[in-house]
């Protein structure tokens, strides 16, 4: 959470108009850019914060020129986070070996190969992926895995706990496929 200090209570009132104003439209602007709801919120929040730094230069009076100002500050900002998770070398999977302790379920890993696993992993949204990859493949610690993709520890086991969800629904759906 962050706290927010101004010097007058008129940088106040400017700064809780803009972002009850804004902070809506601008969501879905960055969800856009993003495909991502988290990141966009992040963005978001990037973009008050940036904001609050100029507050003195911005006329609320002129809406539109307010809103112009918001909307390419926040485009910045979301194209800026794009071009460092590009930047960011993220492990392909296909190129890992399944280990021994990534248990989603006993039984079904038995059942799969290790080629099998990794096809469900990579059909898994990156959000997810990338906490399995770290976590299984590289062994990383929550904490390490959460300062690597810029989100808490808690967000960390929240997505790992998905992950293994989507897996062995895919999992099961794959076996009603073959029949397994």
């Known amino acids: 959470m962050l706290i927010f200090v101004f010097e007058t209570e008129d940088e106040c009132s400017k700064f809780n108009y803009l972002y009850i104003k804004y902070n809506k439209p601008l969501y879905y602007i960055a969800l856009g850019i993003m495909s991502n709801s988290y990141l966009a919120q992040e963005a978001v929040q990037d973009t008050f914060v940036e904001i609050s730094k100029v507050l003195d230069r911005l006329d609320i009076e002129q809406r ?15 194209y800026h986070k794009l071009a460092q998770e590009k930047k960011e070398k993220h492990p392909d999977i296909s190129e890992l070996e399944v280990p021994s302790n990534f248990q989603v379920e006993e039984n079904l890993l038995k059942i799969l190969d290790s080629e099998l696993l990794k096809q469900l992993i990579k059909e898994l949204k990156p959000e997810y992926q990338l906490p399995l990859i770290y976590k299984y493949y590289f062994d990383y610690s929550d904490m390490q895995i959460a300062k690597m993709l810029k989100i808490t520890s808690v967000n960390v086991s929240v997505r790992l706990v998905r992950a293994k969800k989507k897996l062995l629904q895919r999992i099961e759906e794959r076996g009603q496929l073959l029949n397994v």
């Not at 112009?68 to 910045?76: C, E, G, I, S, V």
């Open 64 to 78: 539109s020129r307010s809103y112009a100002y918001l909307k390419t500050t926040l485009k910045r900002i979301c």
